[in-house]
């Protein structure tokens, strides 16, 4: 082995190219809509600030923890499958995949609440956005959680290894989007006046 | 605990928990106007930026991509920062 200082590692994109571009798309997507609400809230901060009052402000600090950790479990699966801990791989993507259905139980129990109060997209423009915003991400939880179970499946199949993690990185980054994307979206609708 | 703080994700999370964690409390306390407003801003900052650093493990990867990611943290903060700016007037 050579004991000299090693070359400095050449810097690598994690996952396949496509995936950055989709992610980028869905980024701007959602730029698109947090700038949106944030300018519609400027024309009438009273009502914004009035009815962000009856949010669940524990509902989403604690759906913020569940993604954060759904997350932090998919990166030990990605380190997991670079020193091909193959046990480590499905075991770290699982809890993610559960941190995801925990964030999706909230939520369910969020809008319940919401809509057993008789609040619709057409209360008001900050129920609108509240409703569209969140249920938009929603989606995207969902979706994030299909990749997870696929990578579930092939990871116990022994498809990821330290010389081919391309496939799980890639959905990792996927899902690491989402909870980027939440960690915007808490703030600003829920707690930002 | 050193070791397991070695690795950055882990570092990363612990992080992402206290600002989440803080986050929370200045709801729970009415912080208001534009003090409140940048600390959310500056805590949604620093944990986007964990998020794509550690987790999405983009500190190592071209300074292009790293650059796209971080940018768009800072243009959807300065927008709603803008949008709040306007709303305070």
């Not at chain 1, 090693?6 to 995936?19: E, F, H, M, T, V």
């Not at chain 1, 980024?27 to 901060?45: C, D, G, I, Q, T």
């Not at chain 1, 609440?113 to 209360?123: D, H, Y």
């Not at chain 1, 969140?134 to 696929?150: C, N, Y």
Request: aromatic share 14%.
């Amino acid at each position: 082995m050579n004991t000299l200082a090693a070359p400095p590692l050449p810097r690598r994109l994690p996952g396949d190219l496509a995936i950055w571009f989709f992610i980028l798309a869905e980024m701007l997507a959602f730029a698109v809509f947090f700038a949106s609400y944030a300018f519609a809230r400027a024309h009438n901060p009273e009502m914004f600030n009035l009815y962000q009052q009856t949010l669940d402000r524990n509902a989403g600090a604690l759906n913020t923890v569940l993604l954060v950790t759904g997350s932090w479990f998919v990166v030990l699966a990605v380190q997991a499958a670079h020193r091909d801990d193959q046990p480590a791989i499905s075991r770290n993507i699982l809890l993610g995949f559960l941190c995801g259905g925990g964030f999706l139980t909230v939520k369910v129990f969020e809008y319940a609440a919401k809509f057993g109060a008789g609040i619709s997209m057409s209360t008001n423009t900050f129920y609108m956005f509240y409703i569209s915003l969140t249920f938009f991400h929603f989606m995207h939880v969902i979706l994030g959680m299909v990749i997870l179970a696929v990578l579930w499946f092939q990871a116990r199949q022994g498809a990821y290894t330290s010389q081919s993690a391309n496939g799980l990185e890639s959905g990792a980054a996927y899902w690491h989007m989402v909870d980027l994307l939440w960690i915007i979206l808490f703030p600003l609708v829920y707690v930002m006046r | 605990m050193m070791n397991a703080l070695s690795n950055p994700a882990h570092r990363a999370w612990l992080v992402l928990l206290i600002a989440t964690a803080i986050t929370w409390y200045l709801g729970e306390v009415g912080a208001a106007g534009t003090g409140a407003i940048i600390a959310m801003l500056l805590i949604a900052f620093v944990k986007g930026r964990l998020v794509i650093l550690d987790f999405m493990e983009l500190r190592e990867a071209p300074l292009m991509w790293r650059l796209l990611l971080e940018g768009w943290l800072i243009l959807v903060s300065s927008l709603i920062l803008l949008a709040y700016w306007i709303s305070l007037k």
